[in-house]
């Protein structure tokens, strides 16, 4: 099916674990994101991505990896989760961030122990 | 950092009754997207404005970009219930859209 879906959509880890929170999209999307999602802090970007092999930073990087070897996947891992990483973790895509629609997966809602 | 204000962060009110969310930021943006979450979902974008002092409507929703491109508004009219949720302002630039904190909107029957 066409779209941007997310995996796992739960996931308990416990701290000092690697985890790592999977993105697809059918699109063709150049442009793809993660954002985390906290209360009181509404959604913070943590990296982005123009294309395939091209990454940078967001407002909130520390503690995550990212890549992007194909177009359509653009996974997230958390190298040593920490408590503060608790949150819901949504991927975007979008051809044109600033002009056109993003498009969001339903998000993956991380608890670290 | 380019920072988008949101208010009012909670908003409960009557079906029927109108409202105003506004979002400002000290910034200047190529647009301003407005979306809206409902739980357990992703934001799902309503409207994209792009020039100052831009108005678009959207049936009782109607959006407007400020003339210098830092500011934004949403009113709605005659809320319903069906209206509830939270509505999210993002501005775009720089190939990345920052979001503000969101406006959780009640609608009560």
């Known amino acids: 099916d066409a779209g941007i879906t997310q995996s796992p959509r739960y996931k308990i880890t416990e701290t000092g674990r690697q985890v790592t929170l999977m993105c697809h999209q059918t699109w063709s999307h150049s442009y793809m994101f993660w954002y985390r999602q906290d209360l009181g802090h509404g959604l913070r970007l943590i990296y982005y991505s123009a294309a395939a092999d091209i990454t940078d930073k967001g407002e909130v990087p520390d503690g995550y990896v990212v890549s992007r070897s194909k177009t359509e996947n653009f996974p997230l891992t958390l190298e040593s989760a920490t408590r503060s990483q608790t949150s819901v973790y949504f991927c975007?895509?979008?051809?044109?961030?600033?002009?056109?629609?993003?498009?969001f997966g339903q998000g993956t809602r991380l608890t670290v122990v | 950092t380019q920072l988008l204000e949101q208010s009012p962060q909670f908003l409960s009110i009557q079906e029927g009754e109108n409202l105003t969310v506004y979002c400002n930021s000290s910034s200047v943006f190529s647009s301003l997207q407005w979306y809206r979450q409902e739980p357990g979902e992703g934001p799902v974008l309503l409207v994209t404005v792009v020039t100052g002092g831009e108005v678009k409507k959207l049936k009782r929703l109607t959006f407007q970009f400020g003339d210098a491109r830092k500011d934004s508004s949403l009113h709605i009219t005659a809320a319903q219930p069906g209206d509830t949720g939270l509505y999210l302002c993002a501005g775009g630039s720089n190939y990345k859209l920052t979001f503000g904190k969101g406006t959780l909107l009640t609608v009560n029957p």
């Open positions: 975007a895509s979008s051809e044109s961030p600033v002009h056109t629609e993003a498009f």
